[in-house]
């Protein structure tokens, strides 16, 4: 497995702000082969991967995520679970020195406000562990935590995975909240096969 990005420079590193490329190689332990995927920053372009071993979807995931620019929608939220949910939307961006709780409260309800989370629905959702969210709710949480810290990079993880038609509807719309506040972000759809994968617009089809 290598990793052929600049390292993982803070956010105010002008290293990480000048990279247009993103490079990942990651190993198949089952068939020896050696997949490369070559992401361009900066152009709003998005990505799908088919990847049909667990290993290398998670090495993918891995690398991207060393990226300082990079945040990643997993399958199952990635939530803390003795945190509340707000701690758990706030704790990454707060991390990388964003603005004051009551910005990040502001941003992450506008947000929230586009899927018909709002006002006591808002407070809420916030107030909950995460044990008492759904599949998608819990994604949804995952979305606004990664959108919080603004990233270049954008990776879902099975995002579909499990959700009835109402919920995959719902998370489409994911990646267009994105683009309004990042338009020149990347996205990169990951998932075992192409029929659990709706059209997200890809501009591209990676097969690992």
Not at 33 to 39: A, K, V, W
Not at 72 to 97: F, Q, S
Not at 141 to 164: I, K, M
């Amino acid at each position: 497995m290598a990793m052929r990005n600049p390292g993982k420079p803070s956010r105010d590193d002008p290293a990480a702000e000048e990279s247009r490329q993103v490079l990942i190689e990651v190993r198949d332990p089952n068939t020896a082969q050696t997949h490369r995927l070559e992401l361009e920053l900066g152009t709003g372009r998005v990505y799908q991967a088919v990847v049909h071993s667990a290993r290398v979807r998670e090495d993918v995931i891995e690398q991207a995520a060393q990226a300082a620019f990079a945040a990643i929608v997993p399958a199952d939220g990635g939530l803390i679970a003795n945190l509340k949910v707000w701690e758990n939307l706030a704790l990454p961006a707060a991390y990388h020195g964003s603005p004051r709780y009551a910005d990040l409260e502001r941003r992450a309800a506008d947000i929230l406000a586009e899927f018909n989370v709002a006002g006591a629905k808002f407070e809420a959702l916030c107030s909950m562990l995460p044990d008492h969210l759904d599949r998608f709710e819990r994604r949804l949480c995952a979305f606004v935590r990664a959108l919080l810290t603004e990233p270049r990079l954008l990776v879902y993880d099975s995002l579909f995975d499990g959700l009835n038609r109402e919920q995959t509807a719902r998370a489409l719309a994911f990646d267009a909240a994105y683009r309004r506040r990042v338009p020149q972000g990347t996205s990169l759809y990951l998932s075992a096969d192409m029929q659990s994968l709706p059209d997200v617009g890809a501009g591209q089809t990676l097969h690992l």
